[in-house]
């Protein structure tokens, strides 16, 4: 938790204690305090309508309520964040019958590749067996850089040549983790910006090739995004679940950003839990998403 805590230092720098600042500055509970407070979560990147709403909520309690002092304001707004992020942050999804097919999708530069060796070792560490697949195959560096993180966490990894199709790794991956009786499959894919409706034809067509083989696979469509672009981020998300169908967010970055308000935007705009957060380049700084704990290790 302490860990957790510290990687969010900034966002609390950037948020709640902006708002301990308004409550000070107000002290009593006003329609000025209400503008001023939607205007800084705006600032802090929950988008505009997620800081509507969230005011809206505020508002509603303390009238409820019949709060007068200002102070009392940052426990309410504790609540209604916590409230709204309640619906979200589950835990990934393993299947039954394995192997869980997890693939991980997301642009390039977002830390998709530190992720994916970050949940190889989390789920190795917890006694699962993983096998990596290595789908992106228009950059041989991406390939040559998941290897080294397949070394490091000592799992198997599945590859092609540079330019292979990536849905033939992606079947190939998922053969091998069934020779090898493998519980989870992580498949790595292309992040290139501009050819973007190609890379979403060759995302669709991974997915495609594995639900042939197994339905239902793969069984959590990982979005990858950095929370220190802020809205960019939010807008990457409807990019891709548009295209294709995304099961949970990887948040990652958050101990570099002050935009952890990010976390409740996409949440809200999309309504595709957030389930992974990334808070730091080692590999244990992953962690699944605990709304409770976020909102605690943000507000205390
Ligand atoms: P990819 O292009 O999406 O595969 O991105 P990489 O996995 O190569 O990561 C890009 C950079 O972001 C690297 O320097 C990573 O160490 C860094 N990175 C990834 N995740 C995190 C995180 O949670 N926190 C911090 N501070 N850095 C991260």
């Not at 503008?35 to 509507?52: C, K, S, W």
């Not at 995304?246 to 952890?260: E, M, P, Q, V």
Request: proline share 2%.
């Amino acid at each position: 938790f302490n860990r957790l805590k510290e990687s969010l230092t900034k966002t609390r720098q950037g948020f709640v204690e902006k708002i301990d600042n308004l409550v000070h500055r107000h002290k009593a509970i006003n329609e000025d305090l209400f503008e001023e407070l939607e205007e800084l979560l705006i600032q802090a990147d929950v988008g505009v309508n997620t800081a509507l709403e969230l005011v809206e909520r505020v508002r509603r309690a303390a009238r409820e309520r019949r709060l007068e002092d200002a102070g009392q304001l940052k426990q309410v707004l504790k609540e209604q964040v916590s409230d709204m992020l309640e619906k979200g942050g589950s835990a990934i999804n393993y299947r039954a019958d394995p192997p869980t097919v997890i693939v991980v999708v997301g642009v390039n530069g977002v830390g998709k590749t530190t992720t994916i060796g970050k949940l190889a070792y989390w789920c190795k560490s917890e006694g699962k067996k993983v096998i990596l697949g290595a789908a992106d195959t228009f950059r041989a560096a991406a390939i040559d850089q998941l290897e080294v993180w397949g070394n490091r966490v000592g799992v198997e990894l599945i590859r092609h040549q540079e330019g292979a199709d990536p849905a033939a790794v992606a079947f190939d991956s998922l053969q091998a983790a069934r020779a090898r009786r493998a519980d989870v499959l992580i498949i790595d894919t292309a992040g290139r910006l501009h050819t973007k409706s190609n890379l979403m034809e060759e995302l669709k067509k991974i997915n495609r090739v594995l639900d042939r083989e197994i339905p239902g696979t793969p069984d959590e469509v990982l979005l990858v995004l950095d929370a220190t672009t802020g809205q960019n981020a939010v807008n990457q998300a409807k990019q891709f679940s548009e295209a294709v169908g995304i099961t949970g967010i990887a948040l990652t970055k958050l101990d570099g950003s002050a935009k952890g308000g990010v976390v409740i935007a996409v949440n809200q705009a999309l309504n595709i839990p957030v389930k992974l957060i990334g808070i730091g380049e080692g590999i244990e700084d992953l962690r699944p998403f605990n709304a409770e704990e976020f909102v605690e290790a943000l507000f205390s």
